[in-house]
């Protein structure tokens, strides 16, 4: 009688399976809420002391103020009048070569003539999330002198707490029927729609600082996986062919091989298409194999981004599969941002040839074969 009455007393064993399972999914909220915090903090960039003016694209479309897909813009005037160049990244947030050959720009360079305004987020909603199903993490790092600078990697679609729901079908600015999910992909919605979805309201804005800040020439900075056909190459409005095949040439002295590859005329609503229909301006894209967004790749992981080392790339290059050469020792991010960079330089170079009334006089765009050997912290402000 007296044992039966001290066990109804007692906690059951139900009692602490129920306080266990409440904790653990307390821990796991607070765990993957702090995670999904992380990925809205924006890291910072510390441009050199030549920027001549920071803004904001919602300066240029104010439509896209206090909204997710406003996002920094550094413009570089030098003090001869000249030619104007565009440079965005970040048109998709998960290709990291992509967004990281502007920030090297932006912590390095000085204009004496002409103007290069840069972007590189230009989608800054899809950097607040990942890829789901590609196990990538959401956070790479690069090493400087003093300390890591960690930068995030995103999605190649604007982030849906901030764009939703996708229509069955999306039918962009230039009329092409695209997939429903596309109608977040930054590049299928240019020139972009004022009222539209967010996205093309970036877009839009994108074109505005090319209207008001009257740019000659547009280059967007890209990744692709290493068995997509465009690669290593450079893709040109039919307006920039004599520019694309002189940055070829010129690419060359820098030890890079680049493919030429036209812009097809059907394709629509991606940049080097729209800038150069819509806007008038020279455009072209750049791209580089990134095994972190390949369907072929092993195991994600933070060296897979910065070290670009592979188990299967390799072997799928050796049968043939591949349309660049993928070595055992990997293409890694410094080597992929070298490559934009050279590209960057010969398309300055040759922008010049071909029109000496508008030159651009840039210093200290770091030389690529040199950043192969010390790295790219060595061109980055270091954190502390
Ligand atoms: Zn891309």
Redesign the pocket.
């Known amino acids: 009688m007296k044992l039966r009455k001290i066990n109804s007393i007692l906690p059951q064993p139900q009692f602490f399976l129920s306080w266990g399972l409440f904790l653990f999914s307390c821990l796991i909220s607070y765990l993957s809420g702090k995670e999904f915090l992380k990925q809205h903090k924006v890291e910072p960039i510390y441009p050199s002391s030549a920027l001549t003016i920071q803004k904001k694209l919602s300066d240029f479309f104010p439509a896209l103020r206090n909204s997710a897909g406003d996002t920094e813009v550094y413009i570089f005037e030098g003090k001869e009048p000249g030619g104007h160049i565009f440079i965005t990244g970040g ?2 947030p998960n ?1 990291p070569a ?1 967004f990281i050959t502007p920030i090297i720009l932006i912590e390095n360079i000085k204009v004496n003539q002409g103007k290069i305004v840069l972007i590189p987020r230009a989608n800054a909603s899809g950097f607040t999330h990942s890829d789901p199903q590609e196990g990538n993490p959401q956070h790479f790092f690069i090493e400087t002198s003093k300390g890591k600078r960690f930068f995030r990697l995103g999605s ?1 679609l604007t982030n849906p707490i901030h764009q939703w729901p996708d229509p069955t079908i999306y039918i962009n600015p230039g009329g092409q029927k695209l997939s429903g999910s596309e109608v977040r992909n930054l ?1 299928r919605c240019f020139p972009g729609r004022s009222k539209g979805f967010l996205t093309e309201k970036i877009a839009f804005g994108l074109m505005e600082v090319i209207r008001q800040e009257k740019i000659d020439l547009g280059i967007d900075v ?3 996986a290493p068995e997509y056909p465009v690669i290593n190459a450079i893709v040109f409005h039919e307006n920039s062919a004599e520019l694309a095949a002189l940055v070829a040439m010129n690419m060359e002295a820098y030890g890079f091989k680049l493919r030429l590859e036209a812009s097809p005329p059907n394709l629509r609503g991606l940049s080097h298409r729209e800038w150069g229909d819509s806007a008038g301006i020279l455009a072209v894209l750049l791209e580089t194999p990134n095994a972190s967004h390949g369907r072929l790749k092993g195991k994600p992981s933070i060296s897979l981004i910065v070290e670009g080392m592979d188990k299967f790339y390799p072997k799928a290059s050796r049968s043939g599969r591949l349309f660049v050469n993928y070595p055992e020792s990997g293409i890694p991010l410094k080597e992929r941002v070298a490559r934009h960079l050279a590209a960057i330089i010969s398309l300055i170079e040759s922008f010049n040839e071909l029109f000496p009334q508008k030159k651009i006089r840039v210093e200290n765009i770091p030389n690529p074969a040199e950043l192969m050997i010390k790295g790219l912290g060595f061109y980055l402000h270091n954190p502390q």
């Open positions: 048109i998709h290709e992509g190649r590049n890209h990744e692709s």
